[in-house]
């Protein structure tokens, strides 16, 4: 009678840490193989969302629907506005899974949180500089994080407001928890838009895409080439061999594509919302359901593809998440060229977080 082998181990391969010599810690983090999993969990998940603009209500809409929570908190400056759009999700209850709906202005209301999202952020006005407006969300993030982080000190930290990397290093020096506990969304959803565009041009579903945008997420963030494959196979030789016109400008100009999406979605509607949405919250299912997947999102990159390990910086990187938070970072066989614009990138960052005194 044949035998089925149910794992490599049988066949002679040292079990240990597999996963080691894939990914990496990030300083100060979390083992590769946390003890969490095996330690019991409460019956009973909790995710608040503060702030409930459009970008907030989307995630706590998605969130809802794909029944990730049992119970949303709502937290933002705007009482009336938020009582109606709880009071509207509420009314969809006969609809949804049963989930217990609260709200309020206060931090408190956050208490005993598994995942804490951030969505809240100043708006940049006409002709304000840069550095203006992170002095004005680090003033916000003062009387959002340290209260939050007393509530739900055992929580996860998801950070989506802008300049979300900027924002990640704030609120990880604002919380005290542990750079795994951190995590920003990064270009998570840079490389959603980049998966689509390479199916849309092959005619295959986006789910069966991997390609990965990784570094700060705007501008310069940096297009993976070589990890684009289709169906586990490697792409990139494929479109070269098929599409001469496939050369560093055509490259170039489908990155900025890419980074330009968002800037589209903007000018045409006035924000972006659905896309965030279901982005964040396939980092809460990983998150919370434990699920070991790789996102490309905002970590603590100190050390990693020659960025020098005192400058406390944070971008996005391919990570390992699940219940701890970041499980370890992917070390990606990077181009000169690419790692190259990675530090510049984190040089950039490094020195706008030192300017702000945290």
């Known amino acids: 009678m044949m035998h089925?082998?149910?794992?490599?181990?049988?066949?002679?391969?040292?079990?240990?840490?597999?996963?080691?010599?894939?990914?990496?810690?990030?300083?100060?983090?979390?083992?590769?193989?946390?003890?969490?999993?095996s330690a019991p969990h409460r019956r009973l998940t909790k995710v608040s969302v503060i702030g409930a603009g459009n970008v907030g209500m989307a995630i706590a809409q998605t969130i809802l629907t794909q029944n990730l929570a049992d119970e949303i908190a709502l937290?933002?400056?705007?009482?009336?506005?938020?009582?109606?759009?709880?009071?509207?999700?509420?009314?969809?209850?006969?609809?949804?899974?049963?989930?217990?709906?609260?709200?309020?202005?206060?931090?408190?209301?956050?208490?005993?949180?598994?995942?804490?999202?951030?969505?809240?952020?100043?708006?940049?006005?006409?002709g304000e500089t840069r550095l203006n407006l992170l002095q004005r969300n680090v003033a916000l993030y003062r009387n959002?994080?340290?209260?939050?982080?007393?509530?739900?000190?055992?929580?996860?930290?998801?950070?989506?407001?802008?300049?979300?990397?900027?924002l990640t290093y704030v609120a990880w020096k604002?919380?005290?928890?542990?750079?795994?506990?951190?995590?920003?969304?990064?270009?998570?959803?840079?490389?959603?838009r980049f998966r689509f565009l390479v199916a849309e041009h092959l005619d295959v579903s986006a789910q069966d895409v991997q390609a990965y945008m990784v570094g700060e997420?705007?501008?310069?963030?940096?297009?993976?080439?070589?990890?684009?494959?289709?169906?586990?196979?490697?792409?990139l030789k494929s479109l070269r061999d098929s599409h001469r016109?496939?050369?560093?400008?055509?490259?170039?100009?489908?990155?900025?594509?890419?980074v330009g999406g968002a800037y589209e979605v903007i000018g045409l509607k006035g924000y972006t919302s659905w896309a965030i949405g279901y982005s964040v919250a396939s980092l809460a299912a990983s998150l919370l359901r434990d699920q070991r997947r790789v996102h490309p999102v905002s970590v603590l990159a100190a050390g990693f593809h020659g960025i020098s390990d005192g400058h406390e910086v944070f971008l996005s990187l391919p990570a390992r998440l699940g219940r701890a938070g970041v499980l370890g970072v992917a070390e990606m066989d990077l181009t000169e060229a690419e790692a190259a614009q990675l530090r510049r990138s984190a040089k950039t960052l490094w020195e706008n977080c030192q300017l702000l005194g945290l």
Do not use: Y
């Open 4 to 37: 089925k082998t149910s794992s490599l181990s049988e066949l002679g391969f040292d079990a240990g840490d597999a996963s080691s010599g894939f990914f990496r810690a990030v300083a100060d983090g979390c083992p590769l193989t946390p003890t969490s999993s």
């Open 75 to 126: 937290v933002d400056a705007l009482p009336d506005k938020l009582r109606g759009e709880a009071l509207d999700l509420q009314h969809a209850a006969a609809f949804l899974p049963r989930v217990r709906i609260v709200s309020g202005t206060d931090a408190a209301v956050t208490k005993n949180s598994d995942l804490v999202v951030v969505t809240a952020g100043a708006r940049q006005i006409p």
């Open 144 to 166: 959002i994080v340290p209260p939050v982080a007393e509530h739900s000190p055992d929580a996860l930290l998801l950070v989506v407001s802008n300049p979300v990397d900027v």
């Open 174 to 192: 604002l919380s005290g928890f542990p750079a795994s506990r951190v995590i920003g969304s990064g270009t998570n959803l840079d490389s959603s």
């Open 217 to 235: 997420h705007g501008d310069s963030s940096v297009a993976i080439w070589s990890s684009i494959s289709v169906g586990g196979m490697p792409a």
């Open 245 to 258: 016109s496939f050369d560093e400008a055509a490259l170039e100009g489908i990155r900025r594509a890419v």
